[in-house]
């Protein structure tokens, strides 16, 4: 099984191993650590990586043998890294990735969607953390991609929703703008819905290459709320 190049084969190999009865349940877990060990040490941790070792742990079964794992401090500081070792359940690397959803670098924003599709945020203060960070951010791909992630979570506090409706007039991106109305439609924005909100929105929009879009069903959610 060590022989296998393709983490997802040799994940598969294990796991056939394990139903078949020729691993028992704590030497399946020792052979996965040891394959995840192995990618971390190679520095060979892609996207599919992650969301690999997340895949493997959705029932957090190798939460307990997370200690395997220990790696130099500048090594498990790496966002794929972290991501990984957020994914067996270790508190500090998860702080880590939420940090790299605020990124500039999009491939980081990317490895912290990943994670987050796995295990998504359920603290209200972490999620409104996130949400002022990303809205701190400078206009970018990797910004609108952070933005995407948090329209699942349908914001609630006034705190996040307002840096949301102060960052609308300031993006330099219609992508930004379409995101940030992604996420206010799924939100309680009953808070936010004045005349003069949607005035801004009106006035501040950038012009949309192809026609109506999220930003337009926002005003019209707005206006009727």
């Given at each position: 099984m060590r022989d296998a190049d393709q983490p997802a084969i040799r994940a598969r190999m294990i796991g056939l191993a394990a139903n078949l009865g020729w691993l028992s349940p704590a030497e399946k877990r020792a052979e996965l650590m040891r394959m995840i060990g192995d990618q971390l040490a190679r520095n060979?941790?892609?996207?599919?990586?992650v969301d690999l070792a997340c895949a493997l742990n959705k029932n957090h079964e190798l939460d307990q043998d997370q200690d395997r794992l220990q790696l130099p401090p500048a090594q498990a500081d790496k966002v794929p890294h972290a991501a990984v070792l957020a994914c067996l359940g270790r508190t500090e690397a998860h702080a880590r990735?939420?940090?790299?959803?605020t990124s500039p670098n999009d491939e980081e924003v990317q490895i912290a969607q990943i994670y987050l599709h796995h295990r998504p945020i359920d603290d209200a203060t972490e999620l409104r953390g996130v949400a002022t960070g990303i809205a701190r951010m400078n206009g970018s791909d990797a910004q609108a991609r952070a933005l995407d992630t948090l329209a699942p979570y349908h914001l609630s506090d006034r705190e996040s929703l307002e840096a949301l409706t102060r960052l609308f007039p300031l993006a330099k991106s219609v992508n930004v703008q379409?995101?940030?109305?992604g996420i206010l439609i799924r939100s309680d924005f009953k808070t936010i819905a004045t005349p003069e909100f949607v005035k801004t929105l009106r006035q501040s929009r950038l012009k949309s290459p192809d026609g109506a879009d999220l930003i337009d069903v926002l005003i019209r959610r707005l206006q009727s709320s």
């Amino acid at each position: 099984m060590r022989d296998a190049d393709q983490p997802a084969i040799r994940a598969r190999m294990i796991g056939l191993a394990a139903n078949l009865g020729w691993l028992s349940p704590a030497e399946k877990r020792a052979e996965l650590m040891r394959m995840i060990g192995d990618q971390l040490a190679r520095n060979a941790v892609s996207p599919a990586e992650v969301d690999l070792a997340c895949a493997l742990n959705k029932n957090h079964e190798l939460d307990q043998d997370q200690d395997r794992l220990q790696l130099p401090p500048a090594q498990a500081d790496k966002v794929p890294h972290a991501a990984v070792l957020a994914c067996l359940g270790r508190t500090e690397a998860h702080a880590r990735v939420l940090r790299a959803l605020t990124s500039p670098n999009d491939e980081e924003v990317q490895i912290a969607q990943i994670y987050l599709h796995h295990r998504p945020i359920d603290d209200a203060t972490e999620l409104r953390g996130v949400a002022t960070g990303i809205a701190r951010m400078n206009g970018s791909d990797a910004q609108a991609r952070a933005l995407d992630t948090l329209a699942p979570y349908h914001l609630s506090d006034r705190e996040s929703l307002e840096a949301l409706t102060r960052l609308f007039p300031l993006a330099k991106s219609v992508n930004v703008q379409r995101a940030i109305a992604g996420i206010l439609i799924r939100s309680d924005f009953k808070t936010i819905a004045t005349p003069e909100f949607v005035k801004t929105l009106r006035q501040s929009r950038l012009k949309s290459p192809d026609g109506a879009d999220l930003i337009d069903v926002l005003i019209r959610r707005l206006q009727s709320s």
